[in-house]
């Protein structure tokens, strides 16, 4: 979330430095992430599919990061961008919730429900973000209120209150895992959310 921040065209004007920290700590952070999720790949598959997502994702970033500095002008490239960058953030969330509702489904079923419809908030947030950039570049106003000067905000908070959503939910995930012992004789969990 820091990074993200930092990469903002706000922070950009104002100090290039730290738009510059914010670029390296974004992708410090997938590569970290996406090593991560690799990691639990054994178990999940939905695991390894959101890790194959988070390098496109730094990808279409970098390129938007490019084009707006070297042509601020380019207004409709950013959104494009930005709006590639909302269908993969979209479907890394979906397969990362996924994951992690297959392994907490054996747990916990009323935790693992919840990680299935976080990603469907996810969703929301990122179809509001992409929103309130087309309605930055249109500038459509109600009265003397730009449109999308009101949903930007929301949609920052919008992703910060799925963030803190998923951090909750990893920490009850990992306090139902303190305690638990796997059945010897139960199916494999996988087999068992296919049936579900």
Not at 11 to 22: D, E, K, P, Q, R
Not at 46 to 68: D, M, S
Not at 132 to 141: A, D, G, W
Not at 160 to 188: C, F, G, I, M, R
Request: proline content about 4%; glycine content about 4%.
């Amino acid at each position: 979330l820091l990074s993200i921040v930092l990469c903002t065209g706000y922070i950009a004007s104002f100090s290039a430095v730290l738009h510059t920290v914010g670029l390296c700590l974004f992708f410090i952070a997938a590569l970290l992430y996406s090593l991560t999720l690799l990691y639990m790949m054994p178990a999940s598959d939905h695991f390894k599919w959101a890790a194959v997502f988070v390098a496109p994702c730094a990808f279409v970033f970098l390129i938007a990061q490019l084009i707006h500095h070297f042509d601020p002008t380019s207004d409709w490239t950013v959104s494009l961008g930005y709006f590639l960058i909302s269908i993969l953030t979209s479907c890394f969330c979906y397969q990362e919730f996924q994951g992690f509702e297959e392994v907490s489904l054996q747990v916990d079923a009323a935790l693992s429900e919840k990680w299935s419809s976080l990603w469907k908030k996810c969703l929301i947030a990122c179809i509001a973000f992409v929103a309130s950039r087309l309605l930055v570049m249109t500038s459509i106003p109600i009265g003397n209120i730009q449109l999308g000067a009101i949903l930007a905000p929301i949609a920052g908070l919008l992703m910060l209150a799925v963030q803190v959503v998923k951090w909750t939910l990893l920490k009850n995930t990992s306090l139902a895992y303190t305690d638990w012992e796997p059945d010897p004789d139960s199916e494999k969990i996988t087999s068992e959310f296919e049936i579900k």
